[in-house]
């Protein structure tokens, strides 16, 4: 019997996880000069891996995974992937990271520090005492609203704002889909959202600073009171129960085009299962016709533990989602 294994340490960020990966991934399969095209590697070469770390039977539906990898450009590269494929960027997986590799010693204990994501370069601010890291915030990519897309749902319109925050985000009010977001049971986002995706894709919305396609990857559900509250849905259904950094990034980005957002004015977010996040808005500028925002979000994440994950291979049964 021939054994592969990967180490793992695992975080929660107010909530949610990130798998991220020390050891066992072959080094050719992360090659690229830059981080994302490290993750294109690894996604056209061993994207066995993720589903090996992120669905069942060693992951779950919910799980969410980063590899650090090498970069010059930045003290830390990493890319984020979940049970489904690859996220550009990801801030509760950021967090995660930059806190487990200070407190292993993979990382210098800095205040400031630059992280290379397939994104772009964000920086990152973190304080520690006593070799604990008690907070990181980041400065995401540029952050801006794309355009409007009004669907029908259930044979009702629905409008969804599309914002680009490091990834594209369908952001919809949640009564417009039926959905009350301070019941006890996120899982009543899951279906509406993915039906929403789906119709938000379908309408083939654009870029407006890159001129391309932007698909959406997650749909933000808000909460139509004053409550700030959010759940972020992704990948296959999975609910995010954190408040999401990069869903935080898009939600300060429109409540800044909106005029209800100062340059400076914080807001505190909150996700699924009551944790938090803070964000605000930093500074702006304008590309191609469109206000573009820089977004600080900041939160906090715990070590809950290390893997060594065995793949046997006398181990037929693979890894898979139940759906
Ligand atoms: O925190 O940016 C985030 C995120 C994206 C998907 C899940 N979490």
Do not use: W
């Not at 981080?35 to 090996?52: H, S």
């Not at 550009?88 to 995660?96: F, K, N, P, Q, V």
């Not at 009551?274 to 939160?299: A, H, K, M, R």
């Amino acid at each position: 019997m021939e054994r592969t294994e990967f180490i793992t340490v695992d975080t929660h960020t107010g909530g949610e996880p990130t798998r991220i990966v020390l050891d066992g991934i072959e080094a050719d399969t992360l090659a690229g000069e830059t981080v994302r095209e490290r993750r294109d590697r690894f996604e056209a070469t061993a994207d066995g891996v993720r589903k090996l770390l992120m669905q069942e039977p060693r992951g779950h539906a919910d799980m969410f995974g980063a590899v650090p990898v090498p970069t010059d450009r930045a003290d830390l590269g990493v890319f984020f992937m979940d049970t489904d494929g690859y996220l550009d960027m990801c801030g509760h997986g950021l967090i995660g990271v930059v806190t487990a590799l200070i407190e292993r010693g993979e990382l210098p204990e800095a205040p400031e520090l630059t992280v290379e994501t397939p994104a772009g370069l964000v920086d990152v601010t973190v304080k520690i005492a006593d070799g604990v890291v008690r907070r990181v915030a980041f400065e995401n990519v540029d952050s801006y609203v794309c355009e409007t897309v009004t669907v029908e749902q259930d044979g009702v319109p629905v409008e969804a704002r599309i914002v680009y925050s490091g990834n594209y985000f369908a952001v919809v009010d949640a009564d417009s889909l039926g959905v009350v977001l301070n019941s006890e049971d996120a899982t009543q986002c899951i279906d509406p959202a993915l039906e929403l995706r789906r119709a938000v894709n379908d309408a083939t919305p654009e870029d407006p600073v890159t001129g391309t396609r932007a698909t959406v990857s997650a749909v933000e559900l808000t909460a139509s009171d004053d409550s700030d509250r959010s759940c972020v849905v992704f990948a296959d259904g999975s609910v995010d129960r954190s408040p999401c950094g990069t869903g935080t990034c898009a939600r300060l980005t429109l409540h800044h085009v909106d005029g209800d957002l100062a340059v400076g004015e914080r807001v505190e977010v909150t996700g699924p299962v009551g944790s938090t996040f803070e964000g605000y808005i930093t500074d702006t500028s304008v590309n191609s016709g469109v206000t573009v925002t820089s977004p600080v979000v900041s939160g906090t994440a715990h070590i809950t533990g290390e893997h060594t994950f065995y793949q046997n291979d006398d181990d037929t049964l693979g890894s898979f989602t139940l759906s």
